[in-house]
């Protein structure tokens, strides 16, 4: 089966971990992040990888987990929507990024250009936290995410042949493990597991806005959940 037709609205929810302990608010805000990155605990990413469905060559990629500081010290992760037109997972809610440049000198590197060219973030508003580890798509990228702050005082400039919608989920309904559904789907014989985080949101005309959080996406979330638990 072709990914692009793959809707993941249609797979049944299999469980929700709602019994799994919550990240304490504390936890959340920029300067504990700063702390917990600076002398990470001993741990183990929960999704490393999904089962391939394509024998091209692995490709090395980044993204920028991008951490927005609101009101009482509060984050929000910010994301966004891909153009239904692109070959890798079009319309998909998504962090900002795309595969390595030869010219690119680290993973942080081309985490920072990417976010540049989708969404116009300037590298000086950004202050890199660290790395999680890599996970492997299956579509064959070896992705590193990083993750930063935002300083006051950026702006966006999006790319609209790459970005759709750009918008942000406060961090504390991401790591809320009440949000984390698991979903099951045969996909052409092959049985198909994957995390999805729902997410209702008032757009800027004032109607409600309904966003899933799901795939890959999704599964690098998970693994800050258990990074940020550990």
């Known amino acids: 089966m072709v990914l692009s037709f793959f809707n993941p609205e249609d797979a049944p929810v299999r469980k929700i971990d709602a019994h799994l302990p919550q990240v304490s608010r504390l936890s959340l805000r920029a300067d504990s992040l700063r702390e917990r990155f600076r002398s990470p605990p001993t741990w183990m990413p929960e ?29 929000n992760v910010l994301l966004t929507q891909r153009t239904d037109h692109l070959t890798h997972h079009p319309g998909q809610v998504s962090f900002p990024g795309g595969r390595s440049e030869p010219t690119d ?38 992705v590193t995410p990083v993750v930063a702050l935002l300083r006051p005082g950026f702006s966006l400039q999006v790319d609209p042949e790459e970005v759709a919608d750009v918008f942000e989920i406060p961090l504390a309904h991401l790591m809320s493990p009440v949000n984390h559904r698991w979903h099951s789907i045969d996909m052409g014989g092959v049985e198909r597991e994957f995390l999805s985080m729902p997410w209702q949101s008032a757009g800027a005309s004032g109607r409600q806005q309904n966003y899933l959080v799901w795939g890959a996406t999704a599964a690098m979330l998970r693994n800050l959940y258990r990074f940020l638990l550990a």
């Not at 999904?50 to 091209?56: I, S």
């Not at 969404?119 to 990228?141: A, N």
């Open 105 to 142: 000198a680290d993973e942080i590197s081309t985490a920072l250009r990417e976010a540049h060219e989708e969404i116009g973030l300037h590298g000086e508003f950004v202050e890199v936290l660290g790395q999680l580890p890599l996970y492997t798509t299956g579509t064959g990228f070896l």
């Open 47 to 75: 999704i490393a990888a999904e089962r391939l469905f394509t024998a091209r060559k692995p490709t090395r990629a980044s993204v920028l987990i991008p951490l927005v500081p609101r009101d009482d010290e509060e984050l």
